[in-house]
């Protein structure tokens, strides 16, 4: 399995006939203090299993890392990998909505996505600090 698509959006969905859409997608956030709360965020893949891989099990995991490797956040979920018609790679859409996503200093955070404990795909993030306006 690969995952030639990887990024972080304020909305996405899939509409009819599997047509992935991305709306805002960023790669910084910003927070006039710390520890900041980022009210929501999108985190979009698109995975790619051969033919080989139809029917089989895959554990998908979504770890945050701070620029330390320190493991802020930790998702699992096990996905069974379809079949595609005419024994062409299936193409499968994931999209995951964190809500209320803590970030305890600013800085350079990363997700990686690992598939049977293989990373398969790193999501950078950067944390900083808005200056105020005015004077």
């Given amino acids: 399995m690969e995952i030639p698509l990887a990024i972080?959006?304020?909305?996405?969905?899939v509409a009819d006939g599997g047509k992935l859409n991305i709306m805002g997608i960023f790669d910084r956030i910003w927070a006039s203090t710390f520890p900041a709360?980022?009210?929501q965020l999108y985190v979009v893949m698109k995975l790619v299993a051969e033919p080989a891989e139809y029917d089989t099990e895959k554990a998908v995991e979504i770890k945050l890392l701070n620029a330390d490797g320190d493991e802020k956040l930790?998702?699992?979920?096990q996905m069974k990998i379809p079949r595609?018609?005419?024994?062409?790679?299936?193409e499968i859409p994931q999209i995951l909505r964190l809500h209320n996503l803590k970030f305890e200093a600013e800085g350079d955070y990363v997700f990686v996505v690992l598939v049977n404990d293989d990373p398969k795909a790193r999501i950078p993030i950067t944390a900083a600090r808005k200056e105020e306006e005015g004077g």
């Fill in 84 to 90: 595609a018609e005419g024994g062409r790679p299936v």
């Fill in 8 to 13: 972080l959006a304020d909305y996405a969905n």
């Fill in 74 to 77: 930790s998702l699992k979920t």
């Fill in 37 to 39: 709360t980022h009210a």
